[in-house]
C-alpha cells in the first residue's frame, strides 16, 4: 500500500479487548507490520506502516465500563454513511481506486463521497471494534 508523502508523523492507540484481531485488521487492510514493544503489565501489539505512523494496540483493562469504541462493534449497525466529524483516523493513499476494490473485496460495508469543488475523494468504514476510519485520495 502506497501512502501518500507529507502526511504527519505521529502514533495512534486503540484499546481493545481483541488486539490481535484488531492487529490481523490493521495489517491486512493497510499493509501494517508488527514490530517489537516493550514489555508492560498489560498486552500490547505495535504495528508500523512506514517510519512515519505506528498504531499502538492495547489490551482493554476488564475495568474499563466505557463501550469497546466510539461506536462499539456490538452496536447493531454500523453505517459508515453516518460516521461523525472528529471520530475517525484518516490515512491517505496514492491508489485510492484500488484500495477501495480490496475493501469491497473483502466485504467490508463502505461509504464513499467526494469533497465539492475540491479533487478529494474519501471512502469511510470501520476497524472490527468500531473506530471510524477515512482513506482518501487527492486526485490531480
Known sequence: MAFAKGACLNHISRESSDIRRL???YKDIFGFEEIESP??????IWLKISPDLAIHLIE?????????????????????????????????????????????????????????????????????DGNGLEVASRDE
Do not use: M, W
Open 39 to 44: 514489555k508492560f503489565e498489560f498486552k500490547v
Open 60 to 128: 482493554r483493562s476488564p475495568d474499563t465500563k466505557l463501550p469497546e469504541g466510539p461506536y462499539s462493534a456490538s452496536s447493531p449497525v454500523l453505517d459508515p454513511t453516518h460516521l461523525p466529524r472528529g471520530h475517525h483516523v484518516c490515512f491517505s493513499v496514492s491508489n485510492f481506486d484500488s484500495f477501495v476494490q480490496s475493501l469491497k473485496d473483502k466485504g467490508i460495508e463502505t461509504f464513499q463521497r467526494s469533497v465539492p469543488n475540491r479533487p478529494i475523494r474519501q471512502v469511510f468504514f470501520f476497524d472490527p
Open 23 to 25: 492487529a490481523n485488521f
